[in-house]
C-alpha cells in the first residue's frame, strides 16, 4: 500500500488454483487508489473486497462485513505513514516528556555528515509542543565495574534513595524519587488540547523499565479527551 496507489495480490494457498472465468487459472492482481474517500473509506479492505468477488463470483457489498472465511493469512505493508513522515503531513502532536528533557530528541545525537560544516541543517521535529512532567525515576547503581556504575561502584551501596524504592521490569531495583506532579500536569495538557492538539507521544525517562509514571500519564490524557496516546512502553 502507497501513497498514491494501493496493489493486491491473492496467492492460493495448499497449492489451489484460483479460476481465470476462461477454464484456466491465474493470480489475482489489482491496483486501486490509496485515498478514494467518494468511493470507499479504506484502500485495503477495498481491495480484499474486490478480490474475494472475483474468486467467489458472489457479491459482497462494500459496508457490510468482509467473509473473510476463506482467507487463510493477509500480510500488509504500506508507505503512507512514512510519507506523512516525509510531507510532515500527519496529525499534530505534543511531546509530553519528563521534566528538564524538553530538547533531548531535538539535539538528538549530534551526528553530522561534515563534522567541519559550519552550516548544520537538521530536520525540524515532528512535535510542534513539549510538555514537561515534573517526575523523577533514578536506577540505583551497582557494585560491579562498568560504564554505568562509575570509577568507585564499591562505594555506590552507600548513596541512598530520596524516594521508595521499588522492582521494576527487568528485576532491577529502581528509586522513585518523584512521582509525577497531575495536576500541574492536567493544566498544561488542557493548554495542549485548547491550542487543537489531539495527540500527544509520551516519553518519561527510564519508563522501559518502570513504566508505571507513563501509564498515569496516558491514563490522564485518555481521560481529557486526546484522540491518540502514545506511550514510549
Do not use: W
Not at 560504564?147 to 521499588?166: D, E
Request: proline share 9%; glycine share 8%.
Amino acid at each position: 500500500m502507497g501513497g498514491s496507489a494501493s496493489s493486491v495480490s491473492l496467492t492460493p494457498c495448499n497449492n489451489t488454483q484460483v479460476p481465470d472465468g476462461k477454464g484456466g487459472s491465474a493470480y489475482k492482481v489489482l491496483k486501486l487508489l490509496s485515498e478514494d474517500p467518494s468511493n470507499y473509506p479504506d484502500a485495503p479492505r477495498e481491495g480484499i473486497r474486490r478480490v474475494l468477488e472475483q474468486v467467489t463470483g458472489s457479491s459482497h457489498p462494500r459496508h457490510a462485513p468482509l467473509d473473510t472465511s476463506r482467507i487463510a493469512s493477509i500480510r500488509m505493508g504500506t508507505t503512507v505513514a512514512t510519507n506523512a513522515l516525509l510531507e510532515r503531513a500527519g496529525e499534530r502532536t505534543a511531546l509530553v516528556v519528563t521534566a528538564g528533557l524538553r530538547d533531548l530528541l531535538h539535539i538528538g545525537n549530534q551526528s553530522r555528515p561534515n563534522i567541519f560544516d559550519l552550516r548544520i541543517a537538521s530536520p525540524q521535529p515532528l512535535y510542534e509542543a513539549v510538555v514537561e512532567v515534573d517526575e523523577a525515576v533514578m536506577l540505583p547503581l551497582g557494585t560491579e565495574p562498568g560504564p554505568r556504575n562509575g570509577p568507585t561502584p564499591q562505594l555506590n551501596p552507600s548513596i541512598p534513595c530520596p524516594g521508595k524504592r521499588v522492582v521494576g521490569t527487568t528485576g532491577e531495583e529502581v528509586c522513585v524519587r518523584k512521582e509525577p506532579d497531575l495536576q500541574r500536569l492536567e493544566q498544561d495538557l488542557q493548554a495542549v488540547l485548547a491550542s487543537g492538539i489531539n495527540s500527544i507521544a509520551v516519553v518519561l525517562k527510564h519508563a522501559a523499565i518502570y513504566p508505571e509514571h507513563e501509564k498515569l500519564v496516558g491514563q490522564l490524557a485518555s481521560k481529557m479527551g486526546f484522540k491518540q496516546v502514545r506511550r514510549a512502553v
